[in-house]
């Protein structure tokens, strides 16, 4: 099992268990957990409407490519440990990390 921290947009965390090899991202799960993110664009970075904050284990993820940059370069709050949740994969790299959902909750 791959164990990581969900941190919502109320500062409230909750420990989040997903099986290893599942095979979505992140972005994905936050979706079937009930979390409420707009993923306008189903995933493809080219909306940052998944963006989340790596607060815990951002050195251990794979390095973010070029989409996901230039998006994340659009956004007025992103910092250096900014993701798009679209882009980051559930597998062993995210174990014992910690997300803070930073996207706008939609309507």
Sequence with gaps: MINFTIEDRNGERQDLEIPEGIN????EVLKASDYKILATCGGMALCATCHVQVLNGFDDLPAAQDAE???????????FDS?????????????????????????
Excluded: H, W
């Design 24 to 27: 979505l991202s992140l972005m």
């Design 69 to 79: 940059l230039d998006m994340l370069d659009t956004l007025p709050d992103a910092d």
């Design 83 to 107: 993701r798009l949740a679209c882009q980051i994969r559930v597998n062993e790299a995210i174990e014992g990390a910690v997300f803070r959902i930073k996207s706008d909750e939609p309507d």
